[in-house]
């Protein structure tokens, strides 16, 4: 196998990303003058060279606690208000 074909080989990878975070990664990656594939490519030769994935994979500790409230707020109870009448009936109620 000749140096130059070793080189153009190449191997597709998809993924599928949440469309949000994408818009989210192209803003930032623009403004870099980067594109995804290069992006990968970075993380691809770092891992390689590393031996291991060069950043944490940990949660941080605001992400730690949305998540905690967001699990807290699953447990309070709702009520589902249909119509205008019942809004107001319910924003007129005193607090017991």
């Not at 031996?51 to 606690?65: Q, V």
């Amino acid at each position: 196998m000749e140096l130059k074909d070793k080189k153009t080989k190449k191997k597709k990878i998809q993924v599928n990303i949440d469309k949000e975070l994408s818009q989210d990664v192209d803003l930032v990656l623009d403004s870099l003058g980067l594109n995804p594939t290069v992006l990968i490519t970075a993380l691809y030769k770092r891992v390689a060279a590393q031996g291991e994935i060069p950043f944490s994979l940990a949660l941080t500790d605001r992400e730690k606690a949305i998540n905690r409230l967001s699990k807290a707020a699953d447990n309070v109870p709702t009520k589902q208000l249909d119509n205008i009448d019942e809004r107001t009936k319910w924003l007129d109620e005193d607090d017991e």
